[in-house]
Protein backbone atom coordinates (compact mmCIF):
# COMPACT_ATOMS: atom_id res chain seq x y z
CA UNK A 1 0.00 0.00 0.00
CA UNK A 2 2.95 2.45 0.60
CA UNK A 3 4.46 1.82 -2.23
CA UNK A 4 1.19 2.35 -4.23
CA UNK A 5 0.80 6.14 -2.80
CA UNK A 6 4.94 6.91 -3.34
CA UNK A 7 4.29 5.57 -7.32
CA UNK A 8 0.98 7.72 -7.09
CA UNK A 9 2.87 10.85 -5.63
CA UNK A 10 5.90 10.47 -7.78
CA UNK A 11 3.32 10.39 -10.97
CA UNK A 12 1.31 13.24 -9.77
CA UNK A 13 4.89 15.49 -9.59
CA UNK A 14 6.05 14.29 -12.64
CA UNK A 15 2.92 15.43 -14.58
CA UNK A 16 2.40 19.03 -12.54
CA UNK A 17 6.25 19.26 -13.44
CA UNK A 18 5.83 18.23 -16.78
CA UNK A 19 2.94 21.23 -16.94
CA UNK A 20 5.34 24.08 -15.88
CA UNK A 21 6.46 24.18 -19.20
CA UNK A 22 3.23 25.42 -20.30
CA UNK A 23 2.26 28.49 -18.05
CA UNK A 24 -1.98 28.09 -18.21
CA UNK A 25 -3.16 25.79 -16.30
CA UNK A 26 -5.81 23.05 -17.76
CA UNK A 27 -8.88 22.05 -16.43
CA UNK A 28 -8.61 18.49 -17.39
CA UNK A 29 -11.80 17.48 -15.63
CA UNK A 30 -13.83 20.23 -15.85
CA UNK A 31 -17.08 18.53 -16.28
CA UNK A 32 -16.52 16.88 -12.77
CA UNK A 33 -15.07 19.52 -11.22
CA UNK A 34 -18.20 21.93 -12.02
CA UNK A 35 -20.27 18.03 -10.41
CA UNK A 36 -18.15 18.67 -7.17
CA UNK A 37 -17.76 22.70 -6.61
CA UNK A 38 -22.25 22.93 -7.28
CA UNK A 39 -21.65 20.00 -4.10
CA UNK A 40 -19.52 22.46 -2.13
CA UNK A 41 -21.76 24.91 -3.16
CA UNK A 42 -25.00 23.31 -1.84
CA UNK A 43 -22.63 22.01 1.30
CA UNK A 44 -21.48 25.87 2.08
CA UNK A 45 -25.09 27.08 2.14
CA UNK A 46 -26.84 24.14 3.95
CA UNK A 47 -23.91 24.40 6.63
CA UNK A 48 -20.81 26.65 5.70
CA UNK A 49 -22.14 30.09 5.43
CA UNK A 50 -25.07 29.87 8.53
CA UNK A 51 -22.38 28.51 10.77
CA UNK A 52 -19.61 31.75 9.62
CA UNK A 53 -22.93 34.20 9.94
CA UNK A 54 -23.56 32.99 13.46
CA UNK A 55 -19.74 33.03 14.14
CA UNK A 56 -19.53 36.69 12.77
CA UNK A 57 -21.74 37.85 15.40
CA UNK A 58 -19.07 36.78 18.58
CA UNK A 59 -17.45 39.98 20.29
CA UNK A 60 -14.68 41.37 18.07
CA UNK A 61 -12.24 40.82 20.69
CA UNK A 62 -13.06 36.71 21.07
CA UNK A 63 -12.56 36.61 16.85
CA UNK A 64 -9.63 38.39 17.43
CA UNK A 65 -8.24 35.86 19.81
CA UNK A 66 -9.52 32.99 17.90
CA UNK A 67 -7.97 33.90 14.65
CA UNK A 68 -4.52 35.24 16.18
CA UNK A 69 -4.84 31.44 17.86
CA UNK A 70 -5.17 29.46 14.88
CA UNK A 71 -2.57 31.91 12.58
CA UNK A 72 0.15 30.39 15.28
CA UNK A 73 -0.73 27.35 14.68
CA UNK A 74 -0.16 27.63 11.36
CA UNK A 75 3.38 28.79 11.61
CA UNK A 76 3.87 25.27 12.27
CA UNK A 77 3.59 24.36 8.57
CA UNK A 78 4.78 27.83 7.82
CA UNK A 79 8.43 27.94 9.48
CA UNK A 80 9.60 24.79 7.61
CA UNK A 81 8.51 25.96 4.00
CA UNK A 82 10.12 28.64 4.66
CA UNK A 83 13.40 27.81 4.87
CA UNK A 84 12.71 24.69 2.34
CA UNK A 85 12.05 28.24 -0.11
CA UNK A 86 15.63 29.54 1.49
CA UNK A 87 13.41 32.12 2.97
CA UNK A 88 16.25 32.20 6.22
CA UNK A 89 15.41 35.27 7.45
CA UNK A 90 11.85 35.30 6.95
CA UNK A 91 11.60 31.62 9.17
CA UNK A 92 13.78 33.21 11.95
CA UNK A 93 11.72 36.17 12.49
CA UNK A 94 8.31 34.02 12.53
CA UNK A 95 10.29 31.49 14.39
CA UNK A 96 10.42 34.29 17.04
CA UNK A 97 6.90 35.26 16.39
CA UNK A 98 5.89 31.67 17.22
CA UNK A 99 7.50 31.20 20.40
CA UNK A 100 7.04 34.77 21.53
CA UNK A 101 2.73 34.80 20.82
CA UNK A 102 2.94 31.12 22.15
CA UNK A 103 4.46 31.57 25.68
CA UNK A 104 3.64 35.23 26.65
CA UNK A 105 0.38 35.29 24.05
CA UNK A 106 -0.92 32.57 26.19
CA UNK A 107 -0.89 29.89 23.24
CA UNK A 108 -1.29 32.51 20.60
CA UNK A 109 -4.74 34.29 21.62
CA UNK A 110 -2.67 37.46 22.01
CA UNK A 111 0.11 38.78 19.39
CA UNK A 112 2.81 40.68 21.58
CA UNK A 113 5.31 39.66 19.04
CA UNK A 114 3.58 42.46 16.29
CA UNK A 115 3.98 44.67 19.43
CA UNK A 116 7.98 44.23 19.59
CA UNK A 117 8.27 44.92 15.61
CA UNK A 118 7.92 40.88 14.51
CA UNK A 119 5.50 41.45 12.15
CA UNK A 120 3.66 38.73 10.01
CA UNK A 121 4.99 37.10 6.68
CA UNK A 122 2.95 35.82 4.07
CA UNK A 123 1.80 32.72 4.36
CA UNK A 124 3.46 29.97 3.26
CA UNK A 125 2.82 25.80 2.82
CA UNK A 126 3.70 23.08 1.03
CA UNK A 127 2.28 23.57 -2.51
CA UNK A 128 3.82 27.22 -2.40
CA UNK A 129 7.13 24.91 -1.98
CA UNK A 130 6.45 22.49 -5.19
CA UNK A 131 5.79 25.91 -6.60
CA UNK A 132 9.08 27.52 -5.71
CA UNK A 133 11.07 24.72 -6.20
CA UNK A 134 9.83 24.59 -10.48
CA UNK A 135 7.26 22.48 -10.31
CA UNK A 136 4.13 23.69 -12.55
CA UNK A 137 0.40 23.62 -11.31
CA UNK A 138 -0.56 20.42 -13.60
CA UNK A 139 -3.92 19.81 -13.55
CA UNK A 140 -6.88 22.69 -11.73
CA UNK A 141 -9.19 19.95 -9.58
CA UNK A 142 -11.93 21.22 -6.73
CA UNK A 143 -11.40 18.87 -4.08
CA UNK A 144 -14.82 17.64 -2.19
CA UNK A 145 -15.45 19.84 0.76
CA UNK A 146 -11.61 21.18 0.62
CA UNK A 147 -12.68 23.43 -2.42
CA UNK A 148 -10.35 24.82 -5.52
CA UNK A 149 -6.64 23.43 -6.08
CA UNK A 150 -4.30 21.74 -8.48
CA UNK A 151 -2.46 18.70 -8.48
CA UNK A 152 0.88 20.18 -7.22
CA UNK A 153 -1.40 21.86 -4.24
CA UNK A 154 -3.32 18.68 -3.94
CA UNK A 155 -0.07 17.00 -2.73
CA UNK A 156 1.01 20.04 -1.04
CA UNK A 157 -2.38 20.27 0.91
CA UNK A 158 -0.90 16.41 1.96
CA UNK A 159 2.00 17.70 3.09
CA UNK A 160 0.31 20.59 4.97
CA UNK A 161 -1.43 17.62 7.21
CA UNK A 162 0.92 14.92 7.56
CA UNK A 163 4.06 17.03 7.89
CA UNK A 164 2.46 19.61 10.34
CA UNK A 165 3.90 19.21 13.86
CA UNK A 166 0.38 20.18 15.72
CA UNK A 167 -1.45 17.53 13.48
CA UNK A 168 1.85 14.59 14.42
CA UNK A 169 1.46 15.60 17.73
CA UNK A 170 -2.58 15.54 18.45
CA UNK A 171 -4.01 12.77 16.30
CA UNK A 172 -0.95 11.45 14.47
CA UNK A 173 0.44 10.57 17.57
CA UNK A 174 -1.43 9.28 20.40
CA UNK A 175 1.16 8.79 23.15
CA UNK A 176 1.82 11.79 22.83
CA UNK A 177 1.00 14.90 24.65
CA UNK A 178 -2.66 15.24 25.14
CA UNK A 179 -3.33 11.48 24.71
CA UNK A 180 -6.03 9.75 22.56
CA UNK A 181 -9.30 11.61 22.68
CA UNK A 182 -8.21 15.19 24.03
CA UNK A 183 -5.90 14.67 20.88
CA UNK A 184 -8.21 14.33 17.84
CA UNK A 185 -10.55 16.56 19.49
CA UNK A 186 -7.96 19.61 19.40
CA UNK A 187 -6.75 19.07 16.15
CA UNK A 188 -9.99 19.19 14.58
CA UNK A 189 -11.26 21.80 16.51
CA UNK A 190 -8.45 23.81 15.77
CA UNK A 191 -9.64 23.16 12.37
CA UNK A 192 -12.97 23.93 12.29
CA UNK A 193 -12.21 27.53 13.91
CA UNK A 194 -9.55 28.19 11.44
CA UNK A 195 -11.78 27.32 8.80
CA UNK A 196 -15.03 28.95 9.85
CA UNK A 197 -13.01 32.16 10.60
CA UNK A 198 -11.96 32.39 7.57
CA UNK A 199 -15.17 31.90 5.66
CA UNK A 200 -16.83 34.38 8.17
CA UNK A 201 -14.25 37.09 7.18
CA UNK A 202 -15.04 36.58 3.91
CA UNK A 203 -18.79 36.43 4.21
CA UNK A 204 -19.47 39.66 2.09
CA UNK A 205 -16.83 38.83 -0.35
CA UNK A 206 -18.04 35.85 -1.31
CA UNK A 207 -21.30 37.10 -1.34
CA UNK A 208 -20.72 39.52 -3.82
CA UNK A 209 -18.69 37.33 -6.02
CA UNK A 210 -21.61 34.87 -6.22
CA UNK A 211 -24.06 37.75 -7.24
CA UNK A 212 -21.59 39.93 -9.95
CA UNK A 213 -20.40 36.71 -11.44
CA UNK A 214 -21.93 35.10 -14.33
CA UNK A 215 -20.26 31.72 -14.37
CA UNK A 216 -19.29 31.53 -10.59
CA UNK A 217 -17.27 28.21 -11.49
CA UNK A 218 -15.06 30.27 -13.79
CA UNK A 219 -14.49 33.20 -11.51
CA UNK A 220 -13.36 31.16 -8.98
CA UNK A 221 -10.92 28.90 -10.56
CA UNK A 222 -9.70 31.98 -11.93
CA UNK A 223 -8.82 34.15 -8.63
CA UNK A 224 -7.48 30.66 -7.22
CA UNK A 225 -5.06 30.40 -9.95
CA UNK A 226 -4.24 33.73 -9.78
CA UNK A 227 -4.00 34.05 -5.82
CA UNK A 228 -1.70 31.42 -5.70
CA UNK A 229 0.93 32.17 -8.64
CA UNK A 230 1.03 35.62 -6.79
CA UNK A 231 2.14 33.71 -3.44
CA UNK A 232 4.45 31.13 -5.02
CA UNK A 233 6.21 34.66 -6.73
CA UNK A 234 6.36 36.34 -2.86
CA UNK A 235 3.15 39.09 -3.85
CA UNK A 236 4.03 39.88 -7.52
CA UNK A 237 2.91 39.19 -10.98
CA UNK A 238 4.77 38.23 -13.34
CA UNK A 239 3.10 38.36 -16.74
CA UNK A 240 1.68 41.75 -17.38
CA UNK A 241 -0.60 41.22 -20.68
CA UNK A 242 -1.68 44.86 -21.08
CA UNK A 243 2.14 45.73 -21.48
CA UNK A 244 1.20 44.26 -25.39
CA UNK A 245 -2.66 45.45 -25.68
CA UNK A 246 -3.57 47.01 -28.37
CA UNK B 1 28.90 82.38 -19.10
CA UNK B 2 29.70 79.17 -17.76
CA UNK B 3 27.52 79.73 -14.51
CA UNK B 4 24.87 80.43 -17.11
CA UNK B 5 24.96 77.51 -19.30
CA UNK B 6 24.54 75.63 -15.85
CA UNK B 7 21.61 77.20 -15.35
CA UNK B 8 20.27 76.92 -18.36
CA UNK B 9 21.19 73.37 -18.51
CA UNK B 10 19.64 73.06 -14.46
CA UNK B 11 16.16 74.21 -15.45
CA UNK B 12 16.19 72.38 -19.03
CA UNK B 13 16.64 69.28 -16.54
CA UNK B 14 14.17 70.08 -13.65
CA UNK B 15 11.84 70.79 -16.58
CA UNK B 16 12.16 67.52 -18.34
CA UNK B 17 12.21 65.88 -14.58
CA UNK B 18 9.11 67.64 -14.41
CA UNK B 19 7.26 66.06 -17.35
CA UNK B 20 8.43 62.87 -17.04
CA UNK B 21 6.88 62.40 -13.50
CA UNK B 22 3.54 64.17 -14.45
CA UNK B 23 2.21 61.15 -16.07
CA UNK B 24 2.49 59.27 -12.92
CA UNK B 25 1.46 62.10 -10.51
CA UNK B 26 -1.38 62.84 -12.95
CA UNK B 27 -2.17 59.08 -12.92
CA UNK B 28 -2.12 58.70 -8.65
CA UNK B 29 -4.58 62.16 -8.80
CA UNK B 30 -6.94 60.08 -11.10
CA UNK B 31 -6.87 56.98 -8.59
CA UNK B 32 -7.18 59.11 -5.49
CA UNK B 33 -10.04 61.35 -6.69
CA UNK B 34 -11.83 58.38 -7.98
CA UNK B 35 -11.90 56.73 -4.96
CA UNK B 36 -12.64 59.81 -3.09
CA UNK B 37 -16.09 61.00 -5.08
CA UNK B 38 -17.01 57.38 -5.02
CA UNK B 39 -16.96 57.05 -1.23
CA UNK B 40 -18.45 60.32 -0.77
CA UNK B 41 -21.54 59.15 -3.18
CA UNK B 42 -21.47 55.48 -0.94
CA UNK B 43 -21.36 57.15 2.56
CA UNK B 44 -23.89 59.74 1.57
CA UNK B 45 -26.92 58.73 3.59
CA UNK B 46 -29.41 61.46 1.71
CA UNK B 47 -28.88 59.70 -1.59
CA UNK B 48 -31.36 56.72 -2.25
CA UNK B 49 -29.86 52.80 -3.13
CA UNK B 50 -30.75 53.75 -6.93
CA UNK B 51 -29.52 57.11 -7.28
CA UNK B 52 -26.12 56.17 -6.12
CA UNK B 53 -26.27 53.25 -7.87
CA UNK B 54 -26.38 55.83 -11.31
CA UNK B 55 -23.85 58.05 -9.87
CA UNK B 56 -21.06 55.21 -9.27
CA UNK B 57 -21.78 53.68 -12.52
CA UNK B 58 -21.36 57.32 -14.35
CA UNK B 59 -18.23 57.75 -11.78
CA UNK B 60 -16.62 54.21 -13.07
CA UNK B 61 -17.65 54.82 -16.80
CA UNK B 62 -15.91 58.19 -16.98
CA UNK B 63 -12.71 57.32 -15.22
CA UNK B 64 -12.68 53.27 -16.91
CA UNK B 65 -11.81 52.62 -20.47
CA UNK B 66 -14.51 50.26 -21.06
CA UNK B 67 -14.06 49.62 -25.08
CA UNK B 68 -10.39 48.55 -24.47
CA UNK B 69 -11.73 46.36 -21.81
CA UNK B 70 -14.31 45.23 -23.37
CA UNK B 71 -11.68 44.13 -26.56
CA UNK B 72 -9.51 42.57 -23.54
CA UNK B 73 -12.31 40.42 -22.19
CA UNK B 74 -12.88 38.65 -25.24
CA UNK B 75 -9.79 37.64 -25.41
CA UNK B 76 -8.52 35.20 -28.75
CA UNK B 77 -11.97 35.18 -29.27
CA UNK B 78 -11.80 38.78 -30.51
CA UNK B 79 -10.81 37.63 -33.66
CA UNK B 80 -13.18 34.99 -34.53
CA UNK B 81 -16.33 37.56 -34.21
CA UNK B 82 -17.45 39.85 -37.22
CA UNK B 83 -18.01 43.81 -36.52
CA UNK B 84 -21.48 43.14 -36.10
CA UNK B 85 -21.06 40.94 -33.41
CA UNK B 86 -18.20 43.16 -31.57
CA UNK B 87 -20.76 46.09 -31.81
CA UNK B 88 -23.46 44.52 -30.02
CA UNK B 89 -21.05 42.96 -27.33
CA UNK B 90 -19.84 46.26 -26.73
CA UNK B 91 -22.76 47.97 -26.03
CA UNK B 92 -24.04 45.24 -24.18
CA UNK B 93 -20.80 44.81 -21.74
CA UNK B 94 -20.83 48.75 -21.00
CA UNK B 95 -24.01 48.23 -19.03
CA UNK B 96 -22.98 44.84 -17.79
CA UNK B 97 -19.43 46.82 -16.32
CA UNK B 98 -21.70 49.49 -15.19
CA UNK B 99 -24.35 47.58 -13.35
CA UNK B 100 -21.33 45.10 -11.78
CA UNK B 101 -18.96 47.62 -10.44
CA UNK B 102 -21.63 49.88 -8.93
CA UNK B 103 -23.51 46.43 -7.63
CA UNK B 104 -19.74 45.66 -5.82
CA UNK B 105 -19.20 49.34 -4.46
CA UNK B 106 -22.07 49.77 -3.24
CA UNK B 107 -21.08 47.65 -0.22
CA UNK B 108 -17.91 48.71 0.53
CA UNK B 109 -18.63 51.75 3.63
CA UNK B 110 -15.89 51.83 5.86
CA UNK B 111 -12.42 51.29 3.42
CA UNK B 112 -10.13 54.10 3.24
CA UNK B 113 -7.83 54.26 -0.14
CA UNK B 114 -4.83 55.70 -0.01
CA UNK B 115 -2.19 55.97 -3.00
CA UNK B 116 1.06 54.74 -2.02
CA UNK B 117 3.44 55.26 -5.20
CA UNK B 118 3.66 54.45 -9.05
CA UNK B 119 5.39 52.69 -11.01
CA UNK B 120 5.63 53.97 -15.22
CA UNK B 121 5.70 50.98 -17.48
CA UNK B 122 5.11 52.53 -20.51
CA UNK B 123 5.15 55.74 -22.26
CA UNK B 124 0.87 55.67 -21.59
CA UNK B 125 1.36 53.05 -18.94
CA UNK B 126 1.60 53.90 -15.31
CA UNK B 127 0.92 51.03 -12.44
CA UNK B 128 -0.64 53.32 -9.23
CA UNK B 129 0.03 51.44 -5.87
CA UNK B 130 -2.49 52.04 -2.88
CA UNK B 131 -3.50 50.41 0.51
CA UNK B 132 -7.02 50.06 0.96
CA UNK B 133 -7.60 49.80 5.31
CA UNK B 134 -11.17 48.71 7.05
CA UNK B 135 -11.91 50.79 9.87
CA UNK B 136 -13.68 47.75 11.52
CA UNK B 137 -10.53 45.29 11.65
CA UNK B 138 -7.69 47.66 10.38
CA UNK B 139 -7.09 45.13 7.55
CA UNK B 140 -4.73 46.62 5.08
CA UNK B 141 -5.46 45.14 1.22
CA UNK B 142 -3.11 46.02 -1.75
CA UNK B 143 -4.50 47.27 -4.76
CA UNK B 144 -2.81 48.60 -8.13
CA UNK B 145 -4.45 50.41 -10.79
CA UNK B 146 -3.23 49.85 -14.61
CA UNK B 147 -3.78 53.01 -15.72
CA UNK B 148 -3.06 53.74 -19.41
CA UNK B 149 -3.26 57.61 -22.13
CA UNK B 150 -5.56 57.17 -24.22
CA UNK B 151 -5.58 59.80 -26.74
CA UNK B 152 -4.37 62.39 -23.97
CA UNK B 153 -6.92 61.09 -21.42
CA UNK B 154 -5.81 59.36 -18.30
CA UNK B 155 -8.23 55.90 -17.99
CA UNK B 156 -7.90 52.79 -15.71
CA UNK B 157 -7.94 49.44 -17.61
CA UNK B 158 -7.97 47.29 -14.61
CA UNK B 159 -7.38 46.72 -11.11
CA UNK B 160 -5.40 43.99 -8.64
CA UNK B 161 -6.60 43.36 -5.64
CA UNK B 162 -3.66 41.61 -3.62
CA UNK B 163 -2.57 39.92 -6.94
CA UNK B 164 -6.27 39.23 -8.71
CA UNK B 165 -6.82 41.28 -11.91
CA UNK B 166 -10.14 41.95 -12.13
CA UNK B 167 -10.14 42.40 -15.68
CA UNK B 168 -8.27 38.93 -15.96
CA UNK B 169 -11.03 37.37 -13.93
CA UNK B 170 -13.35 38.72 -16.06
CA UNK B 171 -11.91 37.28 -19.36
CA UNK B 172 -11.51 33.75 -18.38
CA UNK B 173 -15.07 33.83 -16.91
CA UNK B 174 -16.39 34.77 -20.90
CA UNK B 175 -14.08 32.64 -22.10
CA UNK B 176 -15.50 29.70 -20.49
CA UNK B 177 -18.87 30.87 -21.33
CA UNK B 178 -17.71 31.39 -24.94
CA UNK B 179 -15.82 27.79 -25.37
CA UNK B 180 -18.94 25.88 -23.71
CA UNK B 181 -22.14 28.31 -25.12
CA UNK B 182 -20.77 30.25 -28.17
CA UNK B 183 -21.09 33.89 -28.78
CA UNK B 184 -24.90 34.03 -28.36
CA UNK B 185 -24.74 32.02 -24.91
CA UNK B 186 -22.57 35.05 -23.69
CA UNK B 187 -24.80 37.75 -25.09
CA UNK B 188 -27.62 36.07 -23.08
CA UNK B 189 -25.66 35.69 -20.00
CA UNK B 190 -25.07 39.07 -20.24
CA UNK B 191 -28.60 39.85 -20.17
CA UNK B 192 -29.43 37.89 -17.97
CA UNK B 193 -27.67 39.47 -15.18
CA UNK B 194 -28.47 42.96 -16.87
CA UNK B 195 -32.07 42.28 -16.33
CA UNK B 196 -31.29 41.03 -12.88
CA UNK B 197 -29.68 44.09 -11.57
Known amino acids: MKNFFKIVL ?12 SSKTKDCFETVNRAVFSFNMGLDKVIFRPVATGYSYLPAPIKEGIK ?3 NNVSYLIQIPNQFLQGKFDAGVKDTGRFIINTTVGLFGIFDPASKIGLSKNENEDYGQTLGSWGIGHGCYVVLPVLGPATIRDSIGKVGNVFLDPFYMSTVGSKEM ?12 GETVLDKTNWRAENLQ ?6 RNSVDLYSSVRSLYLQRRDYLTNNGSNSDDEWKDFK | MFKTNLFIKIIVLCL ?56 FTLGAYRKDLNEEQIKKYTKLFKIFFAKNISSRLQNYSDQNIKVTGSKKI ?34 IRDLVVEGLSLAKTQREEFSSILSSKGFDGLITSLNNFISKN
Open chain 2, 122 to 155: SNNYVIVNSKMTSKIDSQIIKIDWRVFKIQEKLV
Open chain 1, 205 to 210: TLNDLE
Open chain 1, 68 to 70: NAT
Open chain 1, 177 to 188: LLGNNLGDQTYW
Open chain 2, 16 to 71: LTSKLYAFEKDAEQLIQSTTNDAKQIILNKDIKVEKKKEKLEKIALNAVDVDGLSR
Open chain 1, 10 to 21: VNCLFIAYAASA
